[in-house]
């Protein structure tokens, strides 16, 4: 019998996991997690944020760049980080880029929904919104791509699915959550089939585009990063993409500078995938079986799992 979560016994989450895997991953440095690369995982260090956030940026340059109007390619990124989106904007303009001659392509990773429904670009917290107003708008019109070929996973999600295999999707780029997921992949409630054990890796990588219920940290920590705190400003659902169109990606890009998951959630994430332990308690680690994963970390960000009082 797996352990109950301290934070929120009726889901499943990593503190679920066992002790001693928890402990080896507070006790990595960052060497230690650089020597957790291997065929297939890379992990990569910037000294600066202006670097990282710059890095960032330039791939999706470089995907961009590589789609043609009858091979066309794009990148699929999120909301969160979000500092990257006004230097693509920046980047595309000082390189007359043009997009719409490219054929090139967008997904975004995901969405909230309220009441059922995908909210619209009114709403504060709308990642649409955020798209427009901090890079989208900010292209010139004249390189900027066709709304046709910007995908969210709203409205009809099987058509969002099926635009991965209709554009080459370069690279996913994502964040970790507190609950260690990427887009809104959370760990499943604790009923039903998986009142005792979480879904299989197997299972939950059967996944497509869908809407799911949010884990409690997950929304606690939306509100701290982006609402002031206002946890009931949140949405408790949201649309998402899944780990099949996921696997479509030619590769997956998690950018880590310490504003979102901590000092322990960075260290445990990079080990499971290191070590290939997938766990589905921790949705991230299930990219242990992705083919083509980097892992990006503003070093100053990693901090330390010191037991350490405020």
Not at 58 to 78: F, H, K, M
């Amino acid at each position: 019998m797996r352990k109950r979560s301290v934070i929120a016994p009726e889901w499943w989450d990593y503190t679920t996991l066992d002790d001693a895997l928890l402990r080896d991953a507070a006790a990595l440095t960052p060497k230690d997690m650089a020597q957790l690369s291997r065929d297939g995982f890379q992990v990569v260090f910037y000294d600066t944020l202006e670097e990282f956030y710059l890095a960032e940026a330039l791939e999706y340059i470089e995907a961009w760049r590589q789609s043609t109007p009858d091979n066309p390619a794009g990148v699929c990124g999120p909301i969160g980080p979000t500092e990257q989106l006004p230097l693509v904007a920046r980047l595309v303009n000082a390189l007359d880029l043009d997009l719409k001659r490219l054929g090139a392509h967008f997904w975004a990773m995901d969405e909230w929904v309220l009441d059922g429904a995908p909210v619209g670009p009114d709403h504060p917290l709308s990642f649409y919104r955020a798209n427009r107003d901090l890079c989208f708008d900010r292209i010139r019109p004249e390189l900027r791509m066709p709304d046709a070929n910007i995908h969210y996973p709203v409205g009809d999600v099987a058509a969002y699915t099926a635009s991965y295999d209709a554009a080459r999707c370069v690279v996913m780029q994502g964040g970790q959550g507190d609950v260690k997921h990427w887009a809104f992949n959370d760990p499943f409630r604790r009923e039903g089939a998986y009142a005792d054990a979480p879904p299989t890796p197997e299972e939950y990588r059967k996944l497509t585009a869908r809407m799911v219920d949010l884990h409690p940290m997950t929304i606690m920590q939306n509100a701290r990063t982006s609402g002031g705190g206002q946890v009931n400003t949140v949405p408790t659902q949201a649309m998402t993409v899944g780990p099949v169109e996921t696997w479509k990606a030619d590769r997956v890009s998690i950018w880590q500078a310490g504003m979102h998951d901590n000092p322990f959630g960075m260290r445990l994430t990079t080990l499971m995938i290191g070590k290939r332990v997938p766990d589905a308690a921790v949705p991230m680690s299930l990219l242990a079986d992705h083919p083509n994963v980097r892992f990006n970390f503003y070093r100053p960000g990693i901090g330390t799992c010191a037991v350490e009082m405020h």
